[in-house]
């Protein structure tokens, strides 16, 4: 593996049907490739997809698109959230889930590669719900069965203490998991009693600026270097939507590299950060490296 990664991803995902918003059935395959095509000359060698069972995900679409611009794509088991959860979930025990991801982990994806994420599995606003729980109960055993990295997805960034003690319980060794969308709780504070548990965390929401100014981000990853952090930061955008693409007049897939990169380094954050929240922190996660 070489170059950049970005951790939190979608190729392609359809959350139109809960949403009740065609925008978020992201599937522009021509628009996509033109935009992986882009980062990989901006130096992203891999993505992490985290679309899992219940989001629209298309392994074979994400193949193609992986094949057809040469950018590795790394494909995730697991289940969402409510009201995203299928109807699986609802249906099995924990270790039914369990033994589900784990052949997903093990012996592959239907029509896809072997997972090589458990995620994006997450909580609701405030809450973990009880079907959550289960989830996250089945990715722990599944993790701790075939060593796969875990990322979880927080609903505006509540609830990642919450995640980050309750995966502790668990014999997982957290400089693999990551709470994703800690950016957005929008609290330094609490972003660092998070960090404190030992679990790397996901700015992985850049470039939404509706959500948090991309100031107060690299705000707070300043803060973050300077207290020796960055080793448990990782990046991403999670684009999701058609419009958030170029064509569609969005940020597009390029921008954390070509507009984000040049905001940190005006303010004075090192290489050797970025280094570790693009290049070394992810091959940690995903490889155990
Ligand atoms: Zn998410």
């Known amino acids: 593996m070489s170059g950049y990664t970005l951790m939190h991803e979608h190729t392609t995902i359809d959350l139109s049907g809960v949403k009740k918003d065609m925008d978020c059935r992201l599937d522009c ?7 992986y095509h882009r980062l990989h ?3 992203v060698g891999t993505i992490v997809d ?19 611009t040469g950018v590795h794509i790394v494909q995730s088991t697991g289940f969402y ?23 997903e982990v093990t012996k592959g994806i239907e029509n896809g590669p072997k ?5 994006e599995i997450g909580t609701s606003k405030d809450v973990m719900t009880d079907e959550e729980r289960k989830v996250f109960d089945a990715a722990i055993l599944a993790a701790e069965e075939t060593k796969a990295p875990i990322y979880t997805h927080t609903t505006l960034g509540t609830c990642g203490l919450e995640q980050a003690l309750y995966l502790r319980r668990s014999s997982l060794d957290l400089s693999r998991v990551v709470i994703g969308h800690m950016d957005l709780s929008g609290d330094l504070d609490y ?8 679990v790397t965390i996901g700015f992985d929401t850049v470039g939404k600026k509706a959500y948090l100014p991309d100031e107060t981000r690299v705000e707070f990853l300043k803060a973050l270097e300077a207290e020796g952090m960055l080793g448990q930061v990782v990046l991403s955008m999670d684009l999701t939507r058609k419009s958030h ?3 569609k007049g969005g940020i597009g897939y390029s921008y954390l590299i070509e507009t984000f990169l040049p905001m940190l380094k005006e303010a004075g954050i ?4 970025i280094q570790k929240m693009l290049v070394d922190n992810p091959k940690r996660i995903l490889y155990g490296e």
Do not use: H
């Open 29 to 35: 395959y021509d628009e996509t490739v033109k935009e």
């Open 41 to 43: 000359e901006l130096g």
């Open 50 to 68: 985290v679309t899992c069972d219940g989001m629209g995900r298309n392994p074979e679409y994400v193949s193609r698109v992986e094949e057809e």
């Open 81 to 103: 959230k409510e009201p995203f959860l299928p109807e699986r979930v609802y249906g099995s025990t924990v270790e039914q889930l369990a033994q589900w991801m784990i052949g």
């Open 115 to 119: 997972a090589g994420m458990i995620g």
């Open 191 to 198: 972003i660092r009693r998070v960090l404190a548990t030992g």
């Open 245 to 247: 693409l170029a064509y």
């Open 270 to 273: 090192a290489e050797e950060s």
